[in-house]
């Protein structure tokens, strides 16, 4: 072999290299528009004139937002629609195969372009890799809907409200997510960091709007599939197995932790769970706590909502739907619950309800905290009340104030103890 040929490298080394160049590129390529940007800004308040806009394709970049595992993220223009807009710009940490980032945020849009949602981030574009006029490769990027606001993690930080006005946020979460699950997608990494309060801690909480709650940044992938990267603040991790798992680990169902492949919209509201308890509690669950038992005053329903969500896949609510359609037939609005506050004063206890012992605060056995409409003790299933209330039925063990049945639907006599 000839010394020209030994110097040549092999074809395996080459794509190495050229994808470690591509990778550095692409890391490149964000970091220079950021300089960019803030070159252009301190130019303009030094000399009093207006910045010239650094330009990828027609947006004009204004700021720099937050970076990720996955994409950069710029608030921008589009001249020609006239609007904000944010744009996600692919990068390509180190061990990441850019071909294969590539391909999943092309997925991505694929997948957000089908939701049209009030509650869920709209993409307006998708702009494959290219190489601009001066032969510089320009990497893939998503421009998409610019929420002026925080996210649900720093307002949640901001302005703690009562669970009332949380309520209606939670809610807004369920109904985005709810759309998703419809479209049979499965977002992958629901937690608060992904979810965006437009107005953020600058509103109060009975000012922020129906609309104003969004759901973002998905590891988006068919039900069923499994998926190698998460978008935005979340890594690729692997199972024990060596399987591939999106999303973020506190946050993530035990079949997700596993790598399960047979993933579906039941992961999701697993992290839902998490995310209702921590607006909640303002703290993630840890063991067998409800959220009772950490702040006081919640309403039962909250605890048997959280039991169906932060639990085993089978016993979880079949979607998002279900979810937003327990928190509407049971949770109070806030004017009937202040209306109620100034009502008549409580009715005087009859022949009959004197009779009957009152409910426990803590359980006689464990002594866990017992919420009012409980009938057994969520901690040890030790029976609290003489005579619980059941369905005629299915035998199931409705609230005190449920007119239906939440396991069948049949209607249901006058809450009453005997």
Same mark, same amino acid.
């Given at each position: 072999?000839?010394?020209?040929?030994?110097d040549?490298p092999?074809?395996?080394?080459?794509?190495?290299?050229?994808?470690? !160049?591509?990778?550095?590129?692409? /890391?490149?390529f964000?970091?220079?528009?950021?300089?960019?940007? %803030?070159?252009? /800004?301190?130019?303009?308040?030094?000399l009093?004139?207006?910045? +010239?806009?650094?330009?990828?394709?027609?947006?004009?970049?204004? @700021? @720099?937002?937050?970076?990720?595992?996955?994409? @950069?993220?710029?608030?921008?223009?589009?001249?020609? *629609?006239?609007?904000?807009?944010?744009?996600?710009?692919?990068?390509? =940490?180190?061990?990441?195969?850019?071909?294969?980032?590539?391909? #999943?945020?092309?997925?991505?849009?694929?997948?957000?372009?089908?939701?049209?949602?009030?509650?869920? %981030?709209?993409?307006?574009?998708?702009?494959?890799?290219s190489?601009?006029?001066?032969?510089?490769?320009?990497?893939?990027?998503?421009?998409?809907?610019?929420?002026?606001?925080?996210?649900?993690?720093?307002?949640?930080?901001?302005?703690?409200?009562?669970?009332?006005?949380?309520?209606?946020?939670?809610?807004?979460?369920?109904?985005?997510?709810?759309?998703?699950?419809?479209?049979? *997608?499965?977002? #992958?990494?629901?937690?608060?960091? /992904?979810? *965006?309060?437009?107005?953020?801690?600058?509103?109060?909480?009975?000012?922020? /709007?129906?609309?104003?709650?969004?759901? +973002?940044?998905?590891?988006?992938?068919?039900?069923?599939?499994?998926?190698?990267?998460?978008?935005?603040?979340?890594?690729?991790?692997?199972?024990?197995?060596?399987?591939?798992?999106?999303?973020? *680990?506190?946050?993530?169902?035990?079949?997700?932790?596993?790598?399960?492949?047979?993933?579906?919209?039941?992961?999701?509201?697993?992290?839902?769970?998490?995310?209702?308890?921590?607006?909640?509690?303002?703290?993630?669950?840890?063991?067998g706590?409800?959220?009772?038992?950490?702040?006081?005053?919640?309403?039962?329903?909250?605890?048997?909502?959280y039991s169906?969500?932060?639990?085993? !896949?089978?016993? !979880?609510?079949?979607?998002?739907?279900?979810?937003?359609?327990?928190?509407?037939?049971?949770?109070?609005?806030?004017?009937?619950?202040?209306?109620?506050?100034? @009502?008549? =004063?409580?009715?005087?206890?009859?022949?009959?309800?004197?009779?009957?012992?009152?409910?426990? +605060? #803590?359980?006689?056995?464990?002594?866990?905290?017992?919420?009012?409409?409980?009938?057994?003790?969520?901690?040890?299933?030790?029976?609290?009340?003489?005579?619980?209330?059941?369905?005629?039925?299915?035998?199931?063990?409705?609230?005190?104030?449920?007119?239906?049945?939440?396991?069948?639907?049949?209607? %249901?006599?006058?809450?009453? !103890?005997?």
């Amino acid at each position: 072999m000839d010394t020209a040929q030994k110097d040549q490298p092999s074809a395996g080394a080459q794509r190495f290299s050229d994808a470690v !160049r591509d990778r550095l590129h692409a /890391n490149d390529f964000a970091e220079t528009l950021r300089v960019g940007i %803030l070159e252009q /800004n301190l130019r303009a308040r030094m000399l009093g004139m207006a910045a +010239t806009p650094v330009r990828l394709d027609r947006w004009e970049l204004r @700021a @720099a937002i937050d970076q990720g595992a996955m994409g @950069a993220v710029f608030r921008a223009f589009d001249p020609l *629609l006239r609007c904000e807009v944010a744009i996600k710009l692919l990068i390509c =940490p180190d061990g990441a195969d850019l071909r294969e980032r590539r391909a #999943r945020m092309e997925s991505e849009a694929q997948a957000m372009a089908q939701l049209r949602h009030a509650n869920v %981030l709209r993409v307006q574009n998708f702009v494959p890799a290219s190489v601009d006029e001066e032969g510089a490769e320009v990497p893939s990027f998503l421009v998409m809907e610019f929420v002026e606001g925080t996210t649900l993690l720093e307002w949640q930080r901001e302005a703690p409200g009562e669970w009332r006005g949380i309520v209606g946020k939670y809610a807004q979460v369920a109904a985005g997510l709810a759309h998703i699950h419809a479209n049979k *997608l499965v977002h #992958r990494d629901i937690k608060p960091a /992904n979810i *965006l309060i437009h107005g953020g801690g600058q509103k109060p909480v009975e000012s922020i /709007n129906v609309e104003d709650v969004k759901v +973002t940044d998905f590891g988006l992938g068919k039900a069923g599939e499994i998926t190698t990267q998460s978008i935005m603040q979340s890594g690729s991790l692997l199972s024990e197995e060596g399987k591939s798992i999106s999303g973020t *680990l506190a946050y993530m169902s035990p079949e997700q932790r596993d790598g399960d492949s047979s993933l579906d919209g039941r992961s999701d509201l697993y992290s839902v769970g998490i995310v209702l308890f921590e607006m909640m509690c303002g703290e993630r669950p840890s063991g067998g706590d409800m959220p009772s038992h950490i702040r006081d005053g919640l309403p039962s329903w909250v605890d048997r909502v959280y039991s169906r969500l932060y639990t085993r !896949r089978d016993r !979880r609510f079949a979607n998002a739907a279900e979810v937003l359609q327990e928190i509407e037939s049971t949770s109070v609005p806030p004017h009937v619950a202040v209306a109620k506050a100034y @009502a008549a =004063p409580p009715p005087v206890a009859t022949r009959a309800d004197a009779n009957v012992p009152p409910i426990p +605060t #803590r359980c006689p056995k464990c002594e866990a905290r017992i919420g009012r409409d409980d009938n057994f003790c969520i901690m040890c299933g030790e029976q609290v009340v003489r005579h619980p209330r059941r369905c005629t039925n299915c035998h199931g063990y409705p609230a005190a104030d449920d007119r239906f049945c939440i396991f069948c639907g049949t209607p %249901l006599p006058e809450a009453g !103890r005997v």
